[in-house]
């Protein structure tokens, strides 16, 4: 069985720390590597720290890209999780080390869910309790 989706980790370093450390430009290269992976941007959020840091988070129809900087270390992390045939995580990757200007950048690749069973069956919903007690599994809060 094929992977349900790809799940990239990015570790960049010698980043100039006025770049990592710009909300703005990092929430950009997050737009930017949704478009280089072929995904859809759903939603965004992104976090300023004090004295110095952003988290820059992406939420894909395909899944997500996150980024997290540290301007003190020239570092920034970051994951891109893809889902589907179309998407193109490795593209990404690249462009997310461009625009936060990577001296120097490592991916590695995980593949998620290559263990799952190949067809997953329909839900059926449950039927609703005949007994006014708790259902199996739950607490009898009181």
Partial sequence: MSAIGTHLILEMYDCPAEVIDDLERVRE????????????????????FQPQGVTALG???????SVHTWPELGYAAA??????????????????????????????????????????????PEPAPAATGPRPGQCDVG
């Fill in 29 to 48: 290269a997050v737009r930017e590597a949704a478009r280089a992976a072929r995904s859809t941007l759903l939603h965004e959020a992104a976090h300023s």
């Fill in 59 to 65: 939420l894909l129809a395909e899944s997500h890209i």
């Fill in 79 to 124: 994951d891109v999780f893809t889902c589907g045939e179309q998407a193109r995580p490795r593209e990404a990757c690249e462009c997310l080390a461009r625009r936060l200007e990577a001296g120097r950048y490592e991916i590695q690749e995980l593949e998620r869910g290559a263990k799952a069973p190949p067809e997953r069956p329909a839900r059926v």
